[in-house]
């Protein structure tokens, strides 16, 4: 069966998105996450979503699979959410409170708790584009509706 998922993270990809569909398409997106980038922002978080499960009525994904690397730190993080919940890989802190990663412009705050190896990342990656958009088994996940 062919698995399909689309990935936003550089501004360009609001507009047209890039298909991910091989784990050799997973490595190329985090790999160009990693790239230091040149300008103000660093842009090193991607929203993906399984072109495998079902939209909402009104045409929006039913779910979010985020994937952020450090390069300079060489660790990452993985977040998920649906209808089951919203979750953030679970890891030891990597020194940084409240690690931020960019995504088209935007920022985006994490707990210090959240960042892995970006093996792991890669891993978690693989797993939900394989499994059709599945919340990845390779990780401890903090459920964040139940923070605090």
């Not at 039913?62 to 993985?78: K, N, Q, R, S, T």
Request: hydrophobic share 40%; proline share 5%.
């Amino acid at each position: 069966m062919a698995v399909r998922a689309e990935a936003q993270y550089r501004r360009e990809h609001g507009e047209e998105p890039r298909i991910i569909d091989s784990a050799q398409g997973v490595d190329s997106v985090i790999d160009d996450l990693l790239v230091p980038a040149t300008g103000v922002l660093k842009e090193n978080l991607a929203s993906v979503y399984s072109l495998e499960r079902e939209r909402l009525p009104f045409g929006t994904p039913d779910h979010e699979f985020m994937i952020g690397v450090d390069w300079e730190l060489e660790v990452g993080l993985v977040a998920f959410s649906d209808a089951s919940g919203n979750f953030v890989s679970r890891g030891s802190s990597s020194g940084r409170v409240d690690p931020v990663y960019f995504q088209q412009g935007h920022l985006t705050e994490f707990s210090a708790y959240s960042e892995i190896p970006i093996s792991l990342v890669r891993r978690a990656a693989k797993e939900f584009l394989i499994s059709g958009g599945k919340r990845p088994t390779c990780v401890q996940w903090q459920n964040l509706d139940t923070w605090g």
